[in-house]
């Protein structure tokens, strides 16, 4: 059998995992636009669009966060919100939004609302290159006989690397999961990691609180940024500092290793408790899917069971892009065809 499939992308998948609660999403909103533009939307109105267009070719793209909000006078808008995860500032990403607004736009009717292009970067280097499409014709757009020609737009940077760490706020526990986001690619994280910890501890209420926490443990492992002990570490040490959440903290830290379920299995296995790990994952699994996605139905159970502990690690994994139990529904048909055709 072939290994387990990793996470492609674990910073996209972890972003989309956090801003599709929408008030966390509206607390993103509210915090991070310019004020002028946050004040003039109504942010009690935000709902969550599909991420994935189609082009005439027949072509995916994904895009990472599609917003659909209502004006607060008038009309409506959409925000499309890309996290920029590479180690240095890239041009091009003016380019990515282009072809996701042009793809959306595509698909509506005439007059076409506005859709506010958002790149939050949280990259160590900071973003220095200029944020206007018309900036990538370099000579061209600075001739005016050609510049009526060249399309043009300004997407809205969010720079983390800008933000002192006690400026990155927002409720639903935004302003931690944006301060694991800056420091993700530097060499303080493990150090920072106790107050991100700590941070949502207190944010939250403790069963949000334990699903976050979770959230993060993976998307560090899957980034290959934490080690397992490293974050049983940061667990201890946020526990200590934690006064009314030292309980919670050391609880979470004695029910789950949170950082790699793959690790854990293969220990257990070693010491010969494959079975009562394979529950372990099982229920672990079920209990993510029951947050994303609600009450599951009884013919979903049934298949969730029957899945081997490989595919349950996978589940696992990929639940964190699943929007809707359709998307639950496809994957367990995907396993089952994959099942069938190696039989």
Known sequence: MPGRKRVPNPHDAFFRRVLSDLPVAAEFLRHYLPPAVSAALDLTTVQLEETSFTDH??????????FHVRLAKEGEAYILVLLEHKSAPDERVALQVLRYAVLKWDRLSLPLPLILPVVVYHGAIPWR?????GGLFGKLYHEKIWRRYLPDFEYHLCDLSKFDDNELQGGEGLGAVLKLLKHVFRPD??????????????????????ERLETMAVYLGEAG?????????ALFKASNAGGLMETFLERLGRRLNPIAVEAATKEAMERGMERGMEQAVLEMTVALLKRKLGKLNKRSMNKIQQLPITELKQLGMDLLDFQSRADLDQWLEQQAQHTEHKD
């Open 57 to 66: 070719k027949l072509r995916q793209h994904a895009a990472d966060l599609l």
């Open 189 to 210: 994280l493990k150090e920072t990691l106790p107050e991100v910890i700590l941070d949502t501890a207190v944010a939250l209420s403790e069963v949000k609180a334990t």
């Open 225 to 233: 940024k934490v080690s397992e002990d490293a974050f049983e570490e």
């Open 129 to 133: 290159i200029g944020r206007k499409l």
